[in-house]
Nanobody, 124 residues
Framework: QVQLAESGGGLVQPGGSLRLSCAASGPTVNSGAVGWFLRAPGKELEFVAGITRSGLQKYYADTVKGRFTVSRDAAENMVYLQMDSLKPEDTAVYYC?????????????????WGQGTQVTVSS
């Protein structure tokens, strides 16, 4: 079973940057796509970004396009979310998730494994 662990969250001022990391373990982690989701207070899980198994295709929510960049290092079993030009509305708990298919899904229910989440707070 794939296990995931996020890190890199914290408090940052508007306009600042954070880099979230998702450490993956398990024999099949590189055989699947990885997505990043967020949950803001009182709201449901929301797709942020995703990267295919090959790493060649990347997908973003309209709200983060041009500000966030997803990448993966297959050799290190790591997936990253570079977050730039952060806004207060980006404040949420961010999760990485894995699915045993090559393609990204924007639907949280289609992911099999989840990390515990990391808090991102954007505030002055």
């Amino acid at each position: 079973q794939v296990q995931l662990a996020e890190s890199g969250g914290g408090l940052v001022q508007p306009g600042g940057s954070l880099r979230l990391s998702c450490a993956a373990s398990g024999p099949t982690v590189n055989s699947g796509a990885v997505g990043w989701f967020l949950r803001a207070p009182g709201k449901e899980l929301e797709f942020v970004a995703g990267i295919t198994r090959s790493g060649l295709q990347k997908y973003y929510a309209d709200t983060v396009k041009g500000r966030f960049t997803v990448s993966r290092d297959a050799a290190e079993n790591m997936v990253y979310l570079q977050m730039d030009s952060l806004k207060p509305e980006d404040t949420a708990v961010y999760y990485c998730a894995w699915r045993p298919y090559g393609l990204v899904s924007r639907t949280s229910a289609e992911y099999d494994s989840w990390g515990q989440g990391t808090q991102v707070t954007v505030s002055s």
